[in-house]
């Protein structure tokens, strides 16, 4: 079964600094990666998606995230991150039933994102 | 208007009642899901529903069931609550035709049990 793994909790990181976060992925086939985010009682919005092509994908408020196959990960990255960055932020893989059709997406536990100013 | 709507937002109510939670997708998507979303923010998917086929989380208590009236709509109902029950509830839909598993999100319904 596929799992997903955020290695890292919470991470604190100054406004302006640059922000990576952590994702590991166990799929027996070529897999379908995406980042959410969740602002404080909303939500989850996509920030971005690898299906297959370009291994740097770009996506949404500035974030790319970067696949790399021989290691499992999927790890998102911004180059300066802001104040409204905080949040907390899901790695998931998607999964599909024999029928063919899309059978739900598996998260990691998140990681919840801190800014100091 | 919006893709992926819930009501209630919010829910507060009795142990041992009977309570529903509705959700509804103009997106035309053929699957639709509840999640479950703890305390500590965990996601877990509780069920999928697709042309009338569920699949159900073999952890999910019998004490829940969706309900699919049509294709836009996959209501969740849940008897007998317990204070366990309490959590973010999430309802999701995805266009299963292309495959790409993308999901789209309500903005949750948070139930509290008493």
Redesign the interface.
């Known amino acids: 079964a596929q799992s997903v793994t955020q290695p890292d909790i919470h991470i604190t990181v100054s406004e302006g600094a640059s922000l990576e976060l952590r994702c590991n992925y166990s799929y027996g086939a070529t897999p379908y990666l995406f980042w959410y985010v969740q602002s404080p009682g909303q939500g989850l919005q996509l920030l971005l998606k690898y299906f297959s092509g370009d291994t740097l994908v770009q996506g949404i408020k500035g974030f790319e995230a970067e696949f790399k196959r021989s290691q499992s990960s999927f790890n998102l990255r911004k180059p300066s991150v802001h104040w409204s960055d905080a949040a907390e932020y899901f790695c998931a893989v998607a999964s599909w039933y024999s029928g063919g059709g899309a059978d739900g997406l598996t998260f990691g536990k998140g990681t919840h994102l801190i800014i100091q100013p | 208007d919006t893709a992926?709507s819930q009501t209630p937002k919010y829910l507060v109510t009795q142990m041992g009642n009977d309570k529903s939670i509705k959700c509804e997708q103009n997106l035309g998507h053929?699957?639709m899901?509840w999640?479950k979303q703890d305390s500590?923010?965990?996601?877990?998917?509780m069920f999928?529903y697709?042309?009338k086929?569920l699949?159900i989380n073999e952890t999910v208590p019998n004490r829940f069931s969706p309900k699919s009236p049509d294709k836009a709509h996959l209501n969740l109902h849940i008897n007998s609550l317990e204070l366990g029950d309490s959590a973010v509830y999430?309802c999701?839909s995805?266009?299963?035709?292309d495959?790409?598993?993308?999901?789209?999100?309500?903005?949750?319904s948070r139930l509290t049990v008493l």
């Open positions: 992926v053929d699957t899901y999640y500590k923010k965990f996601l877990k998917i999928s697709n042309n086929e699949i999430f999701a995805s266009l299963s035709v495959n790409t598993g993308e999901l789209f999100f309500g903005e949750g």
